[in-house]
Nanobody, 122 residues
């Protein structure tokens, strides 16, 4: 599997938006879960959502549904996480990952990016 590199994190005020990007290079051919996770300070890393590399079908966690959107651009080998209506509780390190099997489980993912920090102030 190729490497994953996230970008796009930063500091925003509550209600603001950010778009995170995850480049997979060299591109991993095949059918995989391509997911986003986040880890707040002192908490477990949680699944935010994922896309299926084969068809781009995305699933979002209920906790962020209606505010976050996942999409992938196969021409750019990039996965995106569009985050709108950000809240202070959305703060944390955001990771993208590649895996197979049950896309909702952290243990299904074997390749991880280095993470990008998102800080939302009230």
């Amino acid at each position: 599997q190729g490497q994953l590199v996230e970008s796009g994190g930063g500091s925003v005020q509550a209600g603001g938006s950010l778009r995170l990007s995850c480049v997979n290079s060299p591109y991993t051919v095949g059918s995989y879960c391509w997911g986003w996770f986040r880890q707040a300070a002192g908490k477990e890393r949680e699944w935010i959502g994922n896309s299926l590399t084969l068809n781009g079908r995305a699933t979002i966690a209920e906790s962020v549904q209606g505010r976050f959107t996942i999409s992938q651009d196969n021409d750019k080998n990039t996965l995106y996480l569009q985050m709108n209506g950000l809240k202070p509780e959305d703060s944390g390190v955001y990771y993208c990952a590649l895996g197979s099997g049950n896309c909702f489980r952290r243990s299904s993912y074997k390749t991880w990016g280095q993470g990008t920090q998102v800080t939302v102030s009230s």
